[in-house]
């Protein structure tokens, strides 16, 4: 089993930043990728960045591109979401996920690759 918790969110003016983290720890475990995804109030959960942990490559919904980077630090098994600029959309429950991989290339958007999730972290944008 793997378990991921995420930290970081909070309440933030618009224009503000905010660094969210998300620890892996669990037995031995496989990363293909690890993703943020968020959720709004009466909205679905959308993805919002992610990382192949093979080669680092990234991926951005267009709404964060240039505000957002995602990042990870091997070592640690952690990922990382440095939020700037942000604005009174973004506000939602942000969702660390973990595709373990091994069922070939897996699109990185779609939230049912994903096989463990974080209980979420709360971001508030206020204007």
């Known amino acids: 089993q793997v378990q991921l918790v995420e930290s970081g969110g909070g309440l933030v003016q618009a224009g503000g930043s905010l660094r969210l983290s998300c620890a892996a720890s669990?037995?031995?475990?496989?990363?293909?990728?690890m993703a943020w995804f968020r959720q709004a109030p009466g909205k679905e959960r959308e993805f919002v960045a992610g990382?192949?942990?093979?080669?680092?490559?990234?991926y951005y919904t267009d709404s964060v591109k240039g505000r957002f980077t995602i990042s990870r630090d091997n070592a640690k098994n952690t990922v990382y979401l440095q939020m700037n600029s942000l604005k009174p959309e973004d506000t939602a429950v942000y969702y660390c996920?973990?595709?373990?991989?091994?069922?070939?290339?897996?699109?990185?958007?779609?939230?049912?690759?994903?096989?463990?999730w974080g209980q979420g972290t709360q971001v508030t944008v206020s204007s």
């Open positions: 996920g973990l595709d373990r991989g091994g069922r070939g290339p897996t699109p990185v958007h779609l939230s049912d690759e994903y096989d463990y």
């Open positions: 669990g037995r031995t475990f496989s990363v293909y990728t």
């Open positions: 990382i192949r942990w093979s080669d680092s490559n990234t």
